[in-house]
């Protein structure tokens, strides 16, 4: 992106990113065409399907359903497992260019820490983890790794004491606490954050009147989350100091903007690719215009700006 | 134009839409990077609106494409598809595609055969006139024909116009003879014919229960509910003997060998 009118380069959690655009895990295919620069034009990294110790095939019956400006996904993390990933998708990763991060699935201590030691073995291969702490934790409660603050640091410290490489941690938005969640990750040496992950719904079927999906709940993405994403991300970046990556609902350079104003470093994309394949390069575009005209140098300067007292103003609530 | 790779979006625009009654219609859309490369069996996304809500493309199988032109069938079943029906000459929409394996295409370097019979159902009938055109009138041995019925007229007379010969059947024999699709099938499938069919779950898992032993000779072109067209978010997966594959890259069209119609969710 050579055209860009503002320099969006920025560090985030151990790697480099070209634009602070990076697209969302469950949302691009391993199809060598889609990761070839064309294609990526405006992206900063991308976060791979969800990668599992064992192949998954995912849940059955109805996987999505529109809503009113997004959708319901209830997918079931359908993938090869971690070899099949290494040895038929990692190559494609790889040849892109394009900075990384691997997207592993938790849903047990022994899961994570078997599918980081193959990870290992790949070497340099592999630039960075991110660690999905929204799956339901198998050797506790059920509840998802993500929901309290000490799972959720049990979770970062065993993922960190596995890989010494960028690790970033996705949240999830149903922790009653998210910032308390936050911090604890942060203590156990995570080096970014993914603020976050889909928001529980549901969907009833009227037709055959019982609940659309199998599994009666299903992760609500898209734009109709944007204004509940920016609520958690203002509050993780108030309780935290590595970086934050904003994640749900962004679909224009706005949203995108917004977030960073929030104190977000990045942004994820994920269902708005849906309706949009072209969206990173525009809200690129849009991000470098926006930095331009209002004569910010970097895009490091945008970045928690909005949390800023205005002179002579009274600080920001934190809550 | 180079064709083949995964498919890209396209501002387009409407160039003549026909309504044929009853909340059905056939929409003219200008692109000519679609129109130049589909194949019979592939379709597209097209998005109903220009904002977020409908958030998602609806996937419509491709009619028919010449020169820069494609043509798509609708059926009102739900707000999406009302706002196509809206959609008037010179208005923009977004498009995306061609999506997934055609009828041509899914057979790899198998050749084609002698003669093939055509069933669809209701607007299953899309592909299969864009199959029919590309085949030539020569080797369709049959074709046949279903809807539902009362309400269904107007697309019937559309079906009888588009298929010259057709045999069609409706469920209250409101619209050709009373009977389904299956009423006009033969017994068995003649040698070195192949069936190609689109249509209802419904109605393809029937069509593929009634050759039990040609399975490899029925090509069936499958729907599902999706949200990206292009392989990456896994929504419309179905159950096939080679595990979950997707409807939008892997299919739409798969010999009906492949697909485990027990197990198919009706989504």
């Known amino acids: 992106m050579n055209s860009l009118r503002a320099d969006l380069s920025i560090a985030v959690g151990g790697l480099n990113l070209e634009t602070p655009v990076v697209i969302a895990s469950g949302v691009w295919p391993y199809d060598p065409v889609l990761w070839s620069p064309e294609r990526l034009e405006g992206v900063g990294a991308l976060c791979t399907k969800a990668v599992s110790l064992q192949p998954r095939e995912g849940n059955r019956g109805v996987r999505v359903w529109e809503t009113p400006c997004g959708m319901l996904n209830s997918i079931g993390l359908q993938n090869s497992g971690v070899r099949g990933f290494l040895k038929e998708y990692l190559p494609i990763a790889g040849k892109s260019g394009i900075p990384f991060l691997v997207n592993l699935v938790m849903e047990s201590e022994r899961e994570v820490r078997e599918n980081l030691s193959i990870l290992r073995e790949s070497g340099d291969a592999i630039p960075a983890v991110e660690l999905n702490i929204s799956c339901p934790n198998a050797d506790c409660d059920g509840m998802a790794w993500g929901i309290s603050p000490e799972s959720a640091a049990r979770a970062a410290a065993i993922a960190?004491?596995?890989?010494?490489?960028?690790?970033?941690v996705k949240l999830t938005p149903q922790?009653?606490?998210?910032?308390?969640?936050?911090?604890?990750?942060?203590?156990?040496?995570?080096?970014?954050?993914v603020c976050g992950n889909t928001w529980l719904g549901m969907a009833m079927d009227l037709k055959r009147k019982q609940p659309v999906f199998r599994r009666v709940t299903a992760g609500l993405s898209g734009p109709a989350v944007f204004p509940l994403a920016l609520r958690t991300v203002w509050q993780v970046c108030g309780a935290v100091s590595i970086p934050v990556v904003g994640c749900g609902g962004v679909s224009r350079w706005e949203d995108a903007a917004a977030m960073i104003l929030a104190g977000a470093s990045a942004v994820e994309v994920g269902s708005s690719l849906f309706a949009d394949f072209d969206l990173p390069r525009k809200i690129s575009e849009g991000l470098a215009d926006y930095l331009a005209d209002a004569e910010i140098p970097t895009l490091a300067g945008l970045v928690g700006l909005g949390r800023k007292e205005k002179e002579g103003g009274r600080p920001w609530a934190q809550d | 134009m180079s064709c083949g790779g995964s498919p890209r979006d396209y501002g387009a625009a409407v160039l003549g839409h026909r309504p044929l009654g009853d909340g059905s219609g056939l929409l003219a859309v200008r692109c000519e990077e679609i129109a130049s490369c589909a194949e019979p069996g592939q379709f597209v996304l097209v998005r109903p609106g220009t904002g977020n809500d409908p958030f998602l493309g609806r996937p419509l199988a491709v009619a028919d494409a010449a020169g820069d032109v494609f043509k798509v069938v609708y059926r009102i079943v739900g707000r999406g598809t009302a706002l196509l029906a809206s959609k008037r000459q010179g208005d923009p929409v977004t498009v995306r595609g061609p999506v997934g394996r055609g009828f041509f295409s899914a057979r790899?370097?198998?050749?084609l055969p002698r003669k093939v019979?055509?069933?669809?159902?209701?607007?299953?009938?899309?592909?299969?006139?864009?199959?029919?055109?590309?085949?030539?009138m020569s080797r369709i041995e049959k074709t046949v024909m279903g809807v539902a019925g009362k309400g269904w007229e107007g697309f019937a007379e559309w079906l009888k116009e588009a298929f010259p010969g057709v045999d069609l059947y409706s469920d209250d024999g409101t619209a050709g003879k009373k009977g389904t699709v299956l009423s006009g099938l033969p017994g068995s499938l003649p040698p070195d014919t192949e069936l190609w069919a689109c249509g209802p779950q419904g109605m393809l898992r029937a069509v593929a229960e009634k050759y039990p032993l040609d399975g490899h000779r029925i090509m069936a072109a499958l729907e599902s509910r999706m949200a990206?067209?292009?392989?990456?978010?896994?929504?419309?997966v179905i159950p096939t003997v080679s595990g979950n594959r997707r409807v939008c890259v892997d299919g739409p069209v798969f010999t009906a060998e492949e697909v485990m119609w027990n197990e198919l969710s009706s989504c």
């Open chain 1, 160 to 168: 960190r004491s596995e890989w010494k490489g960028p690790l970033w």
């Open chain 1, 175 to 193: 922790a009653p606490d998210l910032p308390a969640v936050a911090k604890a990750v942060e203590s156990e040496g995570a080096d970014a954050l």
């Open chain 2, 108 to 111: 790899g370097e198998k050749a």
């Open chain 2, 117 to 136: 019979i055509l069933a669809g159902g209701s607007v299953g009938a899309a592909p299969l006139l864009f199959a029919a055109r590309r085949l030539g």
């Open chain 2, 228 to 236: 990206c067209g292009m392989g990456g978010c896994m929504g419309c």
